[in-house]
């Protein structure tokens, strides 16, 4: 069955640097959704992505779909404190548009 | 408006023992789901419901029992439980199914229960 793939599992960042998280489809998506969730908290829900190379920004994050709608990415500029937890990246499986979600990539920060 | 609402925050179990986890969302979404999550393995469906008195198997569902109501509540019960049903468990609603391809199918989480079972 459809299962999304996210790497890093962790990604240890200095304050002020950039970093990229991949998610990775093994079928196309008709759409792929971000999540963060802080440490003890609940998920969130960041963004929707539904074109074919799509691009969205949310200030110092930005979000890509690929071409073949199989894979995206979150890449985080200047990272901040605020910015630890873990993504994750979410797609409806084909066959009953359940979301099937990612291991998600937990970020630690060093100031 | 509350959201969606999860209770307990927190619960130890004995082995065998049973327990109803509680949810509530006041924004009359359809659609409800039950996650649990264990380290290092993402959000596995357990079970969702589209509608009032209309339930469905997600990828996890042994062990677990649901029922839906109403369109408020969505609680999900574990009759004979087992160390490994020991996790996170999220309850979420949203107002579309995920077929469709506009932000109306995102899920809204609640605060989760952290459950033990010994």
């Known amino acids: 069955g459809q299962q999304v793939m996210q790497i890093p599992q962790y990604q240890h960042v200095q304050e002020g640097e950039d970093f990229t998280t991949y998610c990775n489809s093994s079928?196309?998506?008709?759409?792929i959704q971000w999540y963060k969730q802080r440490p003890g908290g609940h998920p969130v829900f960041l963004i929707q992505l539904v074109k074919s190379g799509e691009v969205k920004k949310q200030k110092r994050l930005t979000f890509q779909f690929g071409e073949a709608k199989k894979n995206s990415s979150l890449h985080i500029t200047a990272t901040q404190t605020t910015d630890v937890g873990t993504y994750f990246c979410a797609g409806p499986r084909s066959n009953d548009y359940k979301l099937s979600f990612g291991a998600g990539t937990t970020v630690t920060v060093r100031a | 408006n509350a959201g969606v609402t999860q209770t307990p925050k927190f619960r130890i179990l004995k082995i065998g023992q049973s327990m109803t986890l509680q949810c509530a969302q006041d924004?009359?979404?359809?659609?409800m789901y039950w996650y649990r999550q264990d380290p290092g393995m993402g959000l596995k469906l357990i079970y969702y419901?589209?509608?009032?008195?209309?339930?469905d198997k997600g990828e996890v569902p042994n062990g677990y029992n649901v029922s839906r109501s109403t369109t408020e509540d969505f609680p999900l019960r574990l009759e004979l439980a087992a160390p490994s049903q020991t996790s996170v468990y999220f309850c979420?609603?949203?107002?579309?199914?995920?077929?469709?391809?506009?932000?109306?199918?995102?899920?809204?989480f609640g605060s989760g229960t952290q459950l033990s079972v010994l």
């Open positions: 979420a609603s949203s107002y579309e199914l995920h077929r469709a391809t506009s932000t109306n199918e995102k899920l809204f």
């Open positions: 419901s589209v509608g009032a008195g209309i339930t």
């Open positions: 924004m009359n979404h359809n659609y």
């Open positions: 079928t196309t998506l008709s759409n």
